[in-house]
T-cell receptor, first 114, second 109 residues
Framework: ETGVTQTPRHLVMGMTNKKSLKCEQH?????MYWYKQSAKKPLELMFV???????ENNSVPSRFSPECPNSSHLFLHLHTLQPEDSALYLC?????????????FGPGTRLTVT | GQNIDQPTEMTATEGAIVQINCTYQ??????LFWYQQHAGEAPTFLSY??LDGLEEKGRFSSFLSRSKGYSYLLLKELQMKDSASYLC??????????WGAGTKLIIKP
């Protein structure tokens, strides 16, 4: 049990659908992250929130929209996705953003776009 | 540009020792992490090095040479459960993490 939960664990959606991924951390951390993991590729950082404010957005397409209502919850809203968006989406948290802080990952949501 | 290089796949025998190498190029440096990721699971933290030298933690050790932009993860007394991907991650001067694609380690009996 890592203290970071994600729902759903698996999601299949069509290109015209709208869905949301949810992440919750029970560790009292101040920073939360969304990553995309595609097969045999490095993790791609999508969004970073520190104290509920977005501090980093790595040129992610607007069809991905994050929301951080409080320091324990993070959402990723999805709409009009493309098949190449199929991947494992990982949420992570850390005590703060900066050196030495290890990240605690959730189990991920396996997304398939048809 | 910033990047991480590590082997794609390695094979080792149960009970043996294996060393997974990683080289990095970053804009500034704030440390290097190793994570373990079993298939279908989340990455989990193994180690963090910011100073040169060897850090030992049980069967796992991690080494860093900042002048060479080089690190390795050493796994001793290999067990079947060590079969996983090992991710090398460098942090640059802006606290941005540069992730490697991971080394898939296969342990054979």
């Amino acid at each position: 049990e890592t203290g970071v939960t994600q729902t759903p664990r698996h999601l299949v959606m069509g290109m015209t659908n709208k869905k949301s991924l949810k992440c919750e951390q029970h560790l009292g951390h101040n920073a939360m992250y969304w990553y995309k993991q595609s097969a045999k590729k490095p993790l791609e950082l999508m969004f970073v929130y520190s104290l509920e404010e977005r501090v980093e957005n790595n040129s992610v397409p607007s069809r991905f929209s994050p929301e951080c209502p409080n320091s324990s919850h993070l959402f990723l809203h999805l709409h009009t996705l493309q098949p190449e968006d199929s991947a494992l989406y990982l949420c992570a948290s850390s005590p703060n953003r900066g050196p030495t802080y290890e990240q605690y990952f959730g189990p991920g949501t396996r997304l398939t776009v048809t | 540009g910033q990047n991480i290089d590590q082997p794609t796949e390695m094979t080792a025998t149960e009970g043996a020792i294996v060393q997974i190498n990683c080289t990095y190029q970053t804009s500034g440096f704030n440390g290097l992490f190793w994570y373990q990721q079993h298939a279908g699971e989340a990455p989990t933290f193994l180690s963090y090095n910011v100073l040169d030298g060897l850090e030992e933690k049980g069967r796992f050790s991690s080494f860093l040479s900042r002048s060479k932009g080089y690190s390795y993860l050493l796994l001793k007394e290999l067990q079947m459960k060590d079969s996983a991907s090992y991710l090398c991650v460098a942090m640059d001067s802006n606290y941005q993490l540069i992730w490697g694609a991971g080394t898939k380690l296969i342990i054979k009996p």
